[in-house]
């Protein structure tokens, strides 16, 4: 077991086209949410200068769900990009073995790439890794699998 939940959110500002976010969020996901009964929670706010933003969210908490989303995100990945999250990953997990992954919307919705980013503008991805015991240890074990760097041939 890679997690016991992953939390997959994005924002859509008023001046943004929605649909085109959200047509790019479901592309995340390796399988249909509507046939395998995985809600879609669309949501309104309220953000700056009284501006409404609509938030986007999935939660995974089906093994099968969560293996099948982490595989295909990582096998998305480029080496650079798994290099990266690997030597980021100490900053990347918190206390509770949380990893928290942010890529760019830009970059996804254009050009279908995973661009990790610290910007704001971006799919947030919440890992509540199956550490046991539950330990940062653990955890950094369990992502050093998930992302680890394939060799080239």
């Not at 953000?47 to 769900?65: A, D, S, T």
């Not at 050093?144 to 041939?153: G, I, L, M, N, S």
């Amino acid at each position: 077991m890679i997690a016991h939940r992953i939390k997959i959110t994005v924002f859509s500002k008023e001046e943004e086209d929605s649909s085109k976010i959200k047509a790019a969020f479901l592309e995340l996901f390796p399988f249909d949410l509507e046939k395998e009964k995985i809600d879609l929670i669309e949501r309104t706010a309220m953000g700056f200068n009284e501006k409404h933003i609509k938030i986007y969210e999935v939660l995974l908490e089906k093994n099968k769900h969560i293996e099948e989303f982490i595989n295909r995100l990582s096998n998305n990945l480029s080496n650079q990009t798994k290099e990266l999250i690997l030597r980021q990953a100490e900053s990347r997990l918190d206390d509770e073995c949380k990893f928290y992954l942010r890529f760019s919307k830009d970059k996804w919705i254009d050009e279908k790439e995973h661009w990790l980013t610290d910007q704001g503008n971006c799919f947030h991805i919440k890992i509540s890794i199956a550490a046991f015991p539950k330990k940062r240890e653990k955890a950094m074990e369990i992502i050093q699998k998930v992302f680890k760097v394939k060799e080239q041939k």
